[in-house]
Every structure is written in C-alpha cells, then in structure tokens.
C-alpha cells in the first residue's frame, strides 16, 4: 500500500467531525419554575450522566458518507491482486488460456502456495470477468500439450473443467501449447484475440502471431529441489536415478531404501542402505549392492525442498527403457577402425533409455524375447522352423523386428526361410544404382536424402518376394523395392533390401541411417510396450482386452476401446510418476512411469516474456468507482430525510 493510499485513506479519520458535533450540541430544556422545591433541601451532586450520543442513526449515516468518501478518493490508488481482464474500447475479447500442468508447477512458493494451484486459481478468476460475447479456450503445457477446450462462449463449461484440473509429473511443452492456443484463436471474428500464460516459464516461449502475456512472474521465480525420477532393480543391485535444481537443494541430503511402507527416518537400522548425494546441480545415479530381493522396496530422498511430491519413489524390479536386441557378424559388422558393429555404435549414440542385447544367435526360447521391444538383424541368414515359430509369436504379441538382408539370405537350406521379412527366395545382384529414390524418403525429413547418395556394391532383390500386406517404404533410383514395412498381429516387421556391413555398403556412414534408426526406435517407443515410460506417455493394449489399472494414487480405471468400428488399440497415459498395476484379462502386471531430469534441473527461463500492451493487468487498478458514487448518493438522500424528520419532530425551544 502506497502513501498515496493511505493518505487518501485518511479521509476516513474526519468521521469524528460529526461525532463530535453530536455531543457538542445535545439539547437544553426550559426551566419551569415550582414554589414548593423551596421547601426540600439541596443535595450535593454526586455523580454526573455521561453524555450520550442522540440521533445515532443520523450519526452512523454522516459517518458512512465521510467513509464512502474516502474510499471513492482511495479507489483510482487501489489494485488488485489478481489478473484484470481489460478491453480494447470495451469490445468483446477472444481468450486463450494457457495453463501448465508439468511436474515443475508442483514445486511450492515462498509462501508456501504450489505453483499450480496459484496459477489455476488466478486462471479461474479471469474466467470469471468473461462476459457475453466473449470466447474463451483452455489449453494444457504439460507433455503432450492438448487442448481442453476450444474457444467457445460457454463460460461455465470452461470453468468447470478448470476447477477439475490437477497437477501432474508430466513434462513441459510450452511451445506446442502456444501453438495450440494460436490455433484456437485463428479465424475468429474478435478483432481482440490474447493468450495468457500461467507457467514457471521451464522453457522460452515461441513467437507466435496472437499477442500473449505472463500475469503472474512470481511463477518464474527459482526454486531450491531436489528429486528421485527413477529407481529399478535388477536382481539384487538397484540403481536410482535423481537430480537436483543446485546445490543447495543438495546439501548434506541421503537416498535411503526401506521396505515398501517402512519408516525412512531410520535408515541407521538398514546399514549400506543409505547413500549421500553429491552436492551439485544436474542429474546424478546411486547403486546399491546386495540390495534385499525378497521384499518390496522405496526410495526415500531426506530432508526438505520446494517439492516433496518427488522425495519419494518405488524401486522398479526389471528393466527400464527400451529393450533393443541385435545380432550382427562381428567379423564383418565392424568399421575398419574396431570396436563393436555399426548398429550397436549407432543405438549408443542415441543413449536415452535405450537397453542394450547384443545376441550372437537367435534364441529358440521365448522367454528370451521377454522385455525386448525392438530387434536389429544385419545380414542375417534364413531361420529354421523353431526360430522362425518363436521370432513370428513375439512379433504378432507386438515386437518390431527390423532386418538389413545381404548376400547371405540367399540360401537353400531345406526349411529354411527369412518370413516374415520376405516371402520365397530373393537374389542378390550387384547394381551400379545410385542410392535410393530421393522422393520416396520424403516421410525422413531433410537427413533421410542423403540415402540418395549410396554407392552399394549390391543389393538384394526383393520385389517377387514381397510379404502379403507389404508397404514399399523407400525405392531405388530405378524404382525397385529397397525398404519394406509390414503390420504382423500387434507388431511391425521392417526389412531393407541392402545390409549394414561396410564390406557392402557405405549406408551405415550416411546421416539417413540414423533418421531412420530414429524413426523406428520412436515408434517403438510410441508403441508404448515397455513397462517402464515416462510419464505421459502412453502404453497401448488390444481393443478387445479386459483391463483395469490401478493408480500411484489408489485410483481405478478401466481401459476400454476408442470410439470407432475400425479401432485396434486402446490406451492409457499415465499422469502421475509412480507404480501401476494392471488386471489384464484377469493376470496381475506392474508398470512404472517416471518423471524427466528437465523438470527439475530445467530452472525458469531467464528471457522475460514480452508483455502484450492491453492484455491484461496483473494488479490493475480496482474499478469499483460507479458503485461506491451510488452509495454516497443513496446515503446523502438519507442523511437529508433524517435530517428533516429530526426538526420536524424536536419542540420548539427545545
């Protein structure tokens, strides 16, 4: 509060003017005199009546006008504490609402509000100065963005689905979310259109045509965290993966594993099974050795921050990531240089979560194929009947199986085939082709071209052999077949009619390969097999499965399929880190999803938002001028009837 303010305020203190008036100028009556009070004798004055207002009515009246007065005087100083909607010459206005629900906004204030639930309520009470005439549509920054409402008129149904909101561990995606809500603007009639940004600001804001605004900067102030984002067994070693904000955030703190509902306040009675983390900011990884198997374990990170949501986190028993398993011919698989094959050298630039299996054979046994989502095959050579059974059932169970065919899938060993990658017998043929056709890569971006430079020594002739159900992914130069994609039951097979062993090409040294390997570990992933993802990112079942999944959170859900006759999956995204555990036609399977490092080593933006002149105003002034003028109107009427009423009914002389 200004001095301007208070001063105005002041004012207020004049209400003792007629207070004191009111005393002053009590009534006197006329002496009426009577002989015989000269008869009793005078007594001493013992006590004295205090004075006493008269008129209190007129009095409270006069004293509610000073009062209204001086709130009028103080009412241009005044703002608010909220966002202020204002007009453009008071025309109606198209809202978008951009509101970030990622794992970050679950961190508390100074004050001790949550980034979020601030930002929902301030959302809410710019929902409330809408008015008709107005649109208004709602859009979420957590991975993936979406749109939870289009701009439409319906006040109430925005803010009821706004009330409904929660906070998540999802990750940021501040720019699609802007992109989302200029999208919803576009088109409109309103020559007013805005976005209004609630977010911690994790990443810098796109520029976008719509003007936008950020109403609450407080948001965007650093805060000190800590975090475990994951913990996995496997057998009995456990590994947890946690980051920190800086390293104060850090300071003196331990990651303790206590049994599954234990007290982590303890962690003397559990020896080894606490460890000191580094202070330092970024991401850091603890493995304990001889960790208990035979019980359920927490991960409990001590000590305080500005988030304790992610202070905690159940140890995981398998493998997190993506599983990929590859067989390649060391002996000819690798560069000039040594080390391993080019295709385990190209997954490790990728790093992530992908999970190594190099295999020197493929298995008969299909516990082998067990939490393995992708398989690479350079040059393979033609598989028996056993091998062939196992590798088609995984397949079909939703596994993506990717095959390099080279010479040696010329074969004519008796039962022997390479299905499901090709159907019959291909021929391998030198070719003076020059790469593959360069319209054809098209769906790999600008890097998938430079397969468009290969100088193969030969290639594998695939076009009477392919698959039934095949779609020709890539061509030649001279148009013939070169890369395949095929659907098999839930899962997908690919095959390349060219190998990766520079003994025979040189496709493995050129950018496209990567964007290829890219473009099917992605879909890999989006196929959402694997138990353990990130959070908001879904796992997908069969339309015709039976599913209830229960939440980190006690929650049930049950999955059923997209509306639509032609659906095959259904999914589910899950919105909290933490255990899930799935009844899937009537088995019991656990599945984890975690949060990413980014949302707490990822501090606010340090590039402040532009402001958009006319937006709006975070503490605008407080327009409430009209309504106090017709209260010092009514209450100046009264005071004159009170006034009136007063002579009239006081006798005269009185």
Request: charged fraction near 20%.
């Amino acid at each position: 509060m200004t001095f301007l303010t208070v001063g105005a305020l002041a004012i207020a203190l004049l209400v003792v003017a007629p207070f004191a008036a009111h005393l002053l100028r009590r009534g006197q009556r006329d002496a009426v005199g009577f002989s015989l009070v000269r008869l009793v004798l005078p007594m001493p004055k013992l006590a004295s009546r205090r004075s006493r207002l008269q008129d209190k009515a007129l009095f409270s009246v006069r004293a509610a006008l000073i009062v209204t007065l001086a709130l009028l005087g103080a009412v241009p100083l005044v703002r608010c504490d909220h966002p202020v909607l204002t007009r453009q010459q008071g025309a109606s206005v198209a809202l978008a609402i951009v509101l970030d629900d990622s794992g970050s906004m679950r961190a508390r204030l100074a004050n001790g509000d949550e980034r979020f639930a601030k930002a929902k309520q301030r959302a809410l009470q710019l929902i409330e100065q809408l008015r008709e005439g107005d649109l208004v549509a709602l859009v979420l920054a957590g991975e993936p963005a979406r749109l939870i409402a289009s701009a439409t008129p319906q006040r109430q149904m925005v803010r009821e689905l706004c009330r409904k909101l929660r906070p998540s561990d999802r990750s940021t995606d501040l720019s699609s979310a802007l992109r989302l809500a200029e999208g919803s603007l576009r088109g409109l009639p309103h020559s007013d259109r805005r976005i209004v940004v609630f977010s911690d600001l994790g990443q810098p804001l796109p520029k976008v045509s719509v003007p936008y605004w950020f109403p609450m900067p407080e948001l965007a102030t650093p805060v000190h965290d800590c975090g475990i984002t994951l913990a996995v067994r496997y057998e009995n070693q456990v590994t947890v993966e946690l980051a920190c904000s800086d390293a104060i955030a850090a300071h003196q703190r331990h990651v303790t594993l206590v049994k599954r509902g234990g007290d982590a306040r303890n962690p003397s009675k559990q020896p080894g099974l606490s460890k000191t983390i580094t202070a330092a900011s970024g991401p850091q990884k603890l493995v304990y050795e001889a960790a208990p198997t035979e019980t359920e374990l927490d991960a409990h990170l001590d000590g305080q921050d500005a988030n304790p949501h992610n202070d905690a986190a159940p140890v995981f028993g398998g493998t997190s990531g993506t599983v990929v398993a590859t067989l390649a011919d060391y002996t000819t698989a690798r560069p000039a240089t040594g080390g391993p094959p080019l295709i385990e050298q190209a997954l490790a630039a990728f790093g992530g979560d992908i999970v190594l299996r190099p295999w020197t054979a493929l298995p008969e046994d299909e516990r082998s194929f067990n939490e393995v989502s992708l398989l690479l095959l350079d040059d393979p050579s033609p598989f028996g009947p056993e091998v062939r059974v196992v590798l088609e059932n995984w397949i079909r169970r939703g596994g993506t199986a990717v095959a390099w065919l080279g010479p040696r899938a010329v074969s004519d060993a008796l039962g022997s085939s390479l299905s499901p990658f090709l159907e019959g017998n291909p021929a391998w043929e030198t070719t003076d082709v020059t790469g593959f056709d360069q319209k054809s890569l098209l769906w790999l971006g600008t890097t998938g071209s430079t397969l468009s430079e290969l100088r193969p020594k030969g290639r594998l002739s695939i076009d009477n052999v392919l698959p039934p159900t095949s779609t020709v992914k890539a061509r030649w130069g001279d148009f013939r077949a070169a890369v395949l994609e095929r659907k098999l039951g839930k899962g997908v097979v690919w095959t390349s009619g060219i190998p990766i062993s520079p003994d025979q090409s040189d496709i493995a040294f050129r950018p496209g390969f990567l964007a290829l390997i890219s473009h099917i570990v992605e879909q890999t992933r989006l196929r959402g097999l694997s138990p353990v993802t990130v959070v908001g990112h879904a796992w997908r079942f069969d339309h015709d499965e039976s599913i209830q999944i229960r939440d980190p959170e006690g929650t049930m859900t049950s999955v059923t399929s997209s509306v639509g006759h032609d659906a095959t999956e259904t999914t589910f995204t899950p919105t909290t880190a933490g255990l899930y555990t799935l009844t899937r036609e009537g088995r019991l399977e656990y599945r984890l999803a975690h949060g990413e490092t980014q949302e707490i080593t990822d501090g606010p933006n340090p590039s402040n938002p532009p402001t958009a002149k006319g937006v709006a105003e975070p503490r605008a002034p407080l327009d409430i001028s009209a309504q106090l003028t017709w209260g010092l109107a009514i209450l100046m009427l009264l005071e004159l009837v009170l006034a009136t009423w007063r002579k009239r009914g006081i006798p005269r002389g009185a």
